[in-house]
């Protein structure tokens, strides 16, 4: 089964930069769309950014212009760059992976990733003033 393993969180100042790392492994000779996930304490987890195995990707318009989702399919790896980091977006961030339904659509619900997708332990990230 697939596994997932965030690193790279932690604690920086308002417009620092942090890069998030996602490692994975048994993938089993498939090919899965991912995504990064965050949450705070009382909030429902939200998408952040998605890619598919073609390199489409979707942010969700907060991260516009800040964020760069990637990944390295021959490491397995998946990435977040942050930058210009503010308070609001302090969060437990997940990485997640689904195969099937496999797109930028379907791999940012919350509902589908829930049932079906594949996830991360999480990683904390921290922004101070």
């Not at 950014?49 to 990944?71: H, L, N």
């Not at 496999?102 to 003033?129: D, K, N, P, Y």
């Amino acid at each position: 089964d697939l596994q997932l393993v965030e690193s790279g969180g932690g604690s920086v100042e308002t417009g620092g930069s942090l890069r998030l790392s996602c490692a994975a492994s048994k993938f089993g000779g498939r090919s899965y769309c991912m995504a990064w996930f965050r949450q705070v304490p009382g909030k429902d987890r939200e998408a952040v950014a998605a890619i598919e195995p073609d390199g489409t990707t979707w942010y969700i318009d907060s991260v516009k212009g800040r964020f760069i989702i990637s990944q390295d399919r021959s490491k397995k790896s998946l990435y977040l760059q942050m930058n210009t980091l503010s308070p609001e977006d302090a969060a437990m961030y997940y990485c997640a992976a689904n195969a099937e339904p496999c797109s930028v659509g379907t791999v940012r619900r919350l509902e589908v990733m829930t049932a079906l997708g594949h996830w991360g332990q999480g990683t904390q990230v921290t922004v101070s003033l």
